[in-house]
């Protein structure tokens, strides 16, 4: 199996490899050593001769804890059977009984879930006696509850799922979807969770044993060794620990098992962790050599050239802005390929491009949002004066939290689950403008008003959960009036919303642009939205603009192909109705491109979470 | 802009959840839930401290005396246990006893069962208490703190490490745990006590080695459910304002991952509250878990029956704790289950 071939699973394999091992020829190599008495040496410490020291009749105590692998392994195999035949049997027929049957016997395995093992099988342990085969059949039994759960609950999604429901129209009997369906669909995550148990088991077996109340002499496993080791802490500590180890590896070997079982758990951290630090981006230079090719420059539109630097410094703006990713196997992925991108104060501007064009990732480059494992640089970051490469000071956050506001694009995300709308509103007003608590309330009530939610003082109250997808978007957008925004950015602040509900939105969004004369950055993959919205467009493909131009005339001024193409996919009243819309060429640069799959493999999707929402190329949107 | 219509996109569950809190709030339907819960728990409870003694294969007064007592004390103590009367009689009688504090009395040695929890309880509540707060108080910073570094892009190799030491602590058992520490602070640094109960010193020990395990186990939780709501959007919301750190984390992310950390920690605290019993063999600590395993190996069944019932009650109450905190903090609809 190609999943042992990671660090993980060949520690795994090579690991219970010895474990075996040393189990199938403990008893035969060291049987002697581990029953020859030696009173002379009985309570020896830990020495060259017995490394672990010697017990009361001064056997050797090393040679004891190889020789008691072959038990301890035995009834931990033994119990986990016990507990896994049990979790199936009751998991599967559960899940093909009639639903009052299914959920009782689901509601009792829940109530004895709530109960420690170590209860239920002291419990068990009362009425078979504290033997060896007490402690297996107990363990065992304990265990059936949770794996009875977890049974249950894979068999059941695997019997929800639209194949088992063919299989069943067809006329496949419970007894063959269980065999030929589910069966087989939840042997792999079952396996991670026995490997789990077993390990589970292991220190169950050993704690019973401890106590007294497992494997009885003169038989011994580790728990009862150490039991035996512990009375001797003082003279030869190794007595209990040398067991313990024991312990210890044995259970780390079966956990190690069970993550290289795993497909999901932990993966993600663990990729993370292994991504050596983003390496050192270019800054100057190469921006110009890898743009060339696929740049036009550009419009020449005297509306968008007005509003370029011959003015005074604009309002925020990036320059030679790059963005990159580590890709999971310690390099790095360039998303945005040093891009030149500014705002000027009142305007609206309009990036638009295809999800992982990066224009995501340079709106919140621009807000200064972008976070590990993202590495930002750029030869310049500013928002009205502020210079957003260095360490903020007081103040500058002061501002950056008044003055620049951020709508992100699913509003079922972006608003704080376990905090009222009235408070997340109050927040920028009390923390940032030192507003008392009423005159930030004040502040919050004007500011949902002012985004048309109506009884915004009864509303306040609310958790986002009770606001509708719409409410929550112009929410959004009343937080950031609750401040003083100079900017506010929107990434793709609809694309997650119903159209009727897009377009209340987006009158929201031109009500505050036009009261407050704030600038916005209005992110969006639908070009007819932003020509509706902006004075001035950007276009953007593979983390390069491609073009930019005046809104008014992208039908007369796009030169780029990929432009030209998301124009012709527009369908206006001349339209042909009985022809296929146009499909843009997907010739463009395959090498260079980084698409979100490629990206969401290297593990560090997070950094990016506005591009997930595939939206389709060939999707068009001309209601706007 | 009147009403703002149905949105077709949310998913499905969003708009089941609503209609439901039109009918009754998802927190009494989650009240109602558990409180159903409590009272099967209880019943399974008492049927099964009742049971044990007729579960046991064979005669249980024989096998507690042994095979060389005389037979007259054999049925001397039979008529005690009331075990040679009518099964129904012997719940009656069982029930009764219950509502009037009345345990029964040792086998073993002839005290009134009742009075050696009693007297034993407190040692076992207040170890298994301040184990959980420990536990607790110890996992949430820790837990955050790694997370913290873990995706500041700096420490990775720290964060890693911290995460190793977490997992061998997770996978060593807990008396093991104890043992390594009375190796180490008693035998080694004679810092405290290796065993007994009563003071400061020699309370140390048990308290951490009953706590360490779970806080290990609470903190990489606290640890993967800290990573997941970073990454967040509304934790972006957040940033975008520019909030103080402290706000950010405390206001807006702990209340995030409370849910999670409670429900897992709830269970956590039930295992903890039976560890006691191993932790207390450990260090010879008098409570009621040293008393059960002595009256296990004694095969002391009013004793077991008493200890074993009070154990699944301090458990019950464990639950219906960490229920009663999640309906208060949980303002979420969150708060459902399969």
Redesign the interface.
Known sequence: MKKFASPIGLAAVVGLLLLIAVAIVGPIVWGDAATSRNVAERWGAASPAHPFGTDDLGRDILARVLVASRLSLLLTAGATAIGLTGGLIIGLAASIMPSRLRRAVVWVMDILLAFPWLLLVLFFTVIWGATATGAMLAIGLSGIPNLTRLVYNLASSVSGTDYVRAARVVGVGPVGILTRHVLPNIASPLLVQAAAAASVTLLSFAGLSFLGLGVQAPAYDWGRQINEGIGQIYSNPMGAIGPGLAIVFAGLIFTLISEALADQPGQGIGRLVAASRAAVLPTDGRSGESGSESTVRLNKSPDATATEPAEAAPLAEVKGLHVAFPDGGGGVVERVHGIDFSVSQGETVGIVGESGSGKSLTALALAGLLVPPAAVAARRRAFDGIDLSSELTQSDRRRLGTELGVVFQDPLTSLNPALTIGRQLTEVPETHLKMSRRAARERAVDGLEAVGIHSAVHRMGDYPHQFSGGMRQRAMIGMALTAEPKLIIADEPTTALDVTVQKQVLGVLRAAKESTNTAVVLISHDIALVAGFCDRIVVMKDGQIVEELSAGRIREDAQHPYTRGLIACLPDMRSDRSRPLPVIDEVVRPAERHGPDQFADGGSGEGDPSEHVATGRDEVRSLL | ??????????APR?TN??RLSDRLSPRTLFAIRRSG?LL??LL?VIL?TFF?VH???GDPVR?ALGPTAPAGLVENVRADLGLDKPITDQFVDYLGGLLTGDLGTSVQTRQEVAEVISSRFPTTLILAASGFAVALLGALPLGMGTALI?????G?TL??SI?GVF??II??????LS??L??VFS?GMGLFA?AGWGDFSTAVLPIVGLALGPMAYLARIVQ?EM?KVL????I?????????NR?LLL??AL??IVTSTLTVGG?LL??L???T??IE??FAIPGMGNT??SA??A?D?PM?QGV?LV??LM??AV?LIVDLILITL????SITE?
């Open positions: 802009m009147t009403t703002v219509p149905k949105l077709s996109s949310p969003q959840a609503l819960r099967a728990s399974i099964a044990v579960l046991v294969p096998a873990a995706r500041s892009g700096r990775r964060s890693s995460s997992g061998i996978a060593t058992p807990d008396f093991l043992v390594g009375i190796g035998v290796p993967v990573i990454d967040e959007t509304y972006s919301t957040a940033r975008a304002k520019r909030l103080p706000i206001r807006h209340p995030n269970l039930a295992g509250t039976a560890g019993v191993v063999t450990v059960l395993v296990v190996g095969k069944y077991i074993v154990f699944a458990i019950l639950n949980d303002p979420r609809t399969g």
